[in-house]
């Protein structure tokens, strides 16, 4: 492999963070929390300048025929501004994990072992153009006492700069290493090659956006990589599922947004509550424009619906379209999550305790509710405080990751001159 | 890259450890310690047999010129076959981590939320030619409610044809699937190359062994890797030790066992203490035949050291020898070990309070202690039961890796008809 022209820009980045994260993983809660809060200050402050940035992001998008809805993504505007503010002062008042000791026990010989809460180092982020994942990212990643190397996508960069350089003048103001944030000056796509083999300075990737894009950085990384992948999520109808209920939830789950990995994108339903439960269901569908695409069963109710292909069964449409599959029980059900599904999110609906418990017990996808909406995996709505992604990776974060997955446990030992027997 | 002519077989491998996966991860903790305690007894009864095929491979290795301490690691004599099959029943005796709920808590909405603790799914290991380990590695594997794809070092071939097939003989007659146990049957190198890219059939890899072993394993895995490489071991003599638990700790660290992970590497010792401290040190280890490399300072109290250079600072001797530095303070310890470490375990020797917390907050290997022997950095002697490696990567399970560390959480999600808001 020739060595990419960047390898020594990304090299000199990374060896910065590294240095910078000794710094922040002593720093005090107190240190952090000031940052965030002056950061968010500082933001507002220069406002006016970063959204030009942002406006000049989306003109250079839309001349150069990116698709609307990525532009439009783009956009600081339309809340996203509040939002990106208030959760820095959010994470300020979230409880800092790092230093926190757990599982404390004294062995038979006296010594007294626990678990302390650490920052893992250096965090590694690649992510799609939305400028206010670089904030988020960045007050996550210090929060839990590490410094970050963020890469966003190439259309959001020159907000990305302009942001960067005012959490990094933050850093500076409140007594913390300018490098606590560090990100990519180049939107190069061959600059992410170095990146993924800096194992000496990078502790954990996290690539959030495209499935290419994770499947390569898994396929070619040198770091750990906590893959942030796509959401086939599935609501099952139970048999005994009180039909307006069900009807509730899949409309919630699929309708309210469909764009979010936790989205609804295939349906289950219990042969024995097709009956009672699917017409309803499939009526607000269409009412709500939404295209369904059925086995032989569903479309004997609906003559609407499209005949589903296998292709149906993997899709993550993000879209006004629902793959809907009869199946002969829960058994069935579970079978069909685990040879489709992406280890997401999935939902029963039922009144039966046994089918409930089984349901949540066998179904091993990162959320697994019961007569709730899909959307509740979510970081915030679980009640984590935030949320960096939700992981698809079954190691270390599975699931929602907030402050918590950006940090490891180390053992502590505490003797009084212990030797081996 | 051209396709291994293992790629067939290694495939099917892994398929089939997916597919007893899902039958394993259900099955109930009294079937999985049956299974365990019956592998035990079926062992027991076939030793004969399998000592002999352990004898060939020992016989084949010194034909095939393989080094002496290797042979001997192949060795199941020597009290190793008794504590593997004491092993076996341990492990049947630990409690199932498997289907545990934590963190649960009532969300505003009413949402119970929590996380519950399940099996990773299939996890592979590459191991050395060691093979109690082949036994140890499937016990773990599976009462985590794990199935297992191993390979281990070709040297121990026979023995481990031998030992799997009592497992799965063993599993078939107590109710698991036989797959829970997969094995390599081959021992070409080549084989471990298809391995590295079933990311969809195995959900962990764990290398162990060589270092370049694990360094090619984490640079072409597309499988999340849990690395367990060598251990660079610091004692920290502070200049408040007393100097006879000084003394012990080190003797203790170095010499009870030196080609462990845990084993003391590197000594630093305070300006202060030198000469309270270093010369009874020095003359206790050079009673028991270790060479001094030492800096400049160690060498005028200590003529018959070797000058140290950069090299023995990074150095994992896993032999009688050791490194001696001076520092001026807690503050040089700490970045000498950043500096040179390996993340292993490091231990501070102090009365200062002050001295013993700064130590444990700062230094952030994966076991921190405070006048204790390093060698409590271990699985069984921190009291995880078990022990499946000792881990150097910072994610999922840092440090002694147990039960646990071969099990994940997922968020579960118990409503009554909740919609997002």
Chains 1, 2 share one sequence.
């Not at 007294?112 to 007050?139: F, K, Q």
């Not at 959030?208 to 906590?226: C, F, N, T």
């Not at 992948?229 to 939830?249: Q, W």
């Not at 079978?335 to 046994?354: A, F, K, L, R």
Request: net charge negative; aromatic share 4%.
């Amino acid at each position: 492999m020739s060595e990419s022209p960047f390898q020594a820009e990304i090299e000199a980045l990374c060896k910065r963070a590294k240095a910078a994260s000794i710094a922040v993983a002593e720093l005090s809660s107190a240190t952090k929390d000031a940052w965030l809060l002056h950061a968010a200050d500082r933001l507002e402050a220069e406002k006016d300048a970063i959204l030009a940035a942002n406006a000049s992001d989306m003109e250079a998008a839309t001349a150069a025929g990116v698709a609307r809805p990525i532009v439009n993504r783009l956009s600081l505007a339309a809340g996203k501004w509040e939002n990106m503010i208030s959760g820095l002062r959010d994470v300020a008042a979230l409880p800092d994990p790092v230093g926190t000791i757990s599982e404390m026990r004294v062995r038979p010989n006296g010594l007294r072992v626990g678990r302390m809460r650490i920052p893992l180092g250096v965090v590694a982020m690649i992510y799609e153009a939305r400028p206010n994942v670089t904030v988020d990212a960045a007050a996550l990643c210090v929060k839990a006492g590490n410094a970050c190397v963020l890469r966003g996508g190439k259309e959001a960069f020159q907000a990305n700069m302009a942001l960067a350089d005012v959490l990094r003048a933050a850093a500076k103001e409140t007594g913390l290493p300018e490098d606590a944030v560090c990100i990519f000056r180049t939107t190069d796509r061959e600059a992410v090659t170095p990146l993924l083999g800096m194992d000496r300075y990078v502790d954990l990737l996290i690539p959030r956006g495209g499935k290419a894009l994770v499947q390569r950085v898994m396929a070619e990384s040198r770091i750990p990589v906590i893959a942030h992948d796509e959401g086939v999520c599935h609501v099952f109808l139970d048999e005994s599922a009180r039909p307006e209920m069900a009807c509730d939830i899949v409309l919630d789950s699929k309708i309210k947004q469909m764009a979010v990995c936790n989205a609804l994108e295939t349906l289950l339903v219990h042969r024995g509550a097709v009956r009672a439960v699917l017409p309803t269901v499939l009526k607000a569908l269409h009412e709500q424009g939404v295209e369904v695409r059925g086995c032989p069963e569903t479309r004997e109710v609906d003559p609407e619906a499209v005949a589903a292909s296998e292709t149906d069964w993997a899709a993550e449409y993000l879209d006004r379209i629902l793959a809907v599959r009869v199946v002969g029980g829960i058994d069935e059900a579970i079978e069909h999550i685990q040879t489709w599904g992406s280890n997401h999110t999935e939902v029963i609906v039922t009144e039966s305790y046994s089918n409930a418990e089984a349901f949540v017990r066998r179904c091993n996808s990162s959320a697994v509710g019961v007569n709730c909406s899909t959307a509740f995996a979510d970081g915030f709505r679980l009640g984590l405080g935030a949320e960096i992604g939700v992981s698809t990776t079954k190691i270390h974060a599975y699931g929602p990751m907030g402050l918590e997955g950006l940090t490891t446990q180390k053992f502590v030992m505490f003797g009084e001159g212990q030797l081996r027997e």
